[in-house]
Nanobody, 123 residues
Framework: QVQLVESGGGLVQAGGSLRLSCAAS????????MGWFRQAPGKEREFVAA????????SYAESVKGRFAISRDNVKNTVYLQMNSLKLEDTAVYYC????????????????WGQGTQVTVSS
């Protein structure tokens, strides 16, 4: 049974930082391209970042480029999202998932989501 557990969210002031973690069980992350998505209230879930199997290649949504950094530790079976210079519009529930690239977009590989972790940015 696949389990993805996101953690590290919280309440932070604009300009602050958070580091999210995604731990997996029942799934060997090193065999997957991994991504982070987020969903703000009343909005559709959107892609945030992705990282290749080895961690050598990363991709980011334009809205977070230069502020967020995705990384992975395949030994710990964990993926991270370092978020700096947070803005009010970064407020959302953040999810991780195995992904695949089709065209220029990343999509979740499975129809499965963890519980996510809430990130709230205040002014």
């Amino acid at each position: 049974q696949v389990q993805l557990v996101e953690s590290g969210g919280g309440l932070v002031q604009a300009g602050g930082s958070l580091r999210l973690s995604c731990a997996a069980s029942g799934l060997t992350l090193s065999r997957h391209v991994m991504g982070w998505f987020r969903q703000a209230p009343g909005k559709e879930r959107e892609f945030v970042a992705a990282i290749s199997w080895t961690g050598n290649n990363t991709s980011y949504a334009e809205s977070v480029k230069g502020r967020f950094a995705i990384s992975r530790d395949n030994v710990k079976n964990t993926v991270y999202l370092q978020m700096n210079s947070l803005k009010l519009e970064d407020t959302a529930v953040y999810y991780c998932a195995p992904v695949f690239l089709q065209g220029l977009r990343y999509y979740p590989l499975y129809n499965y989501w963890g519980q996510g972790t809430q990130v709230t940015v205040s002014s």
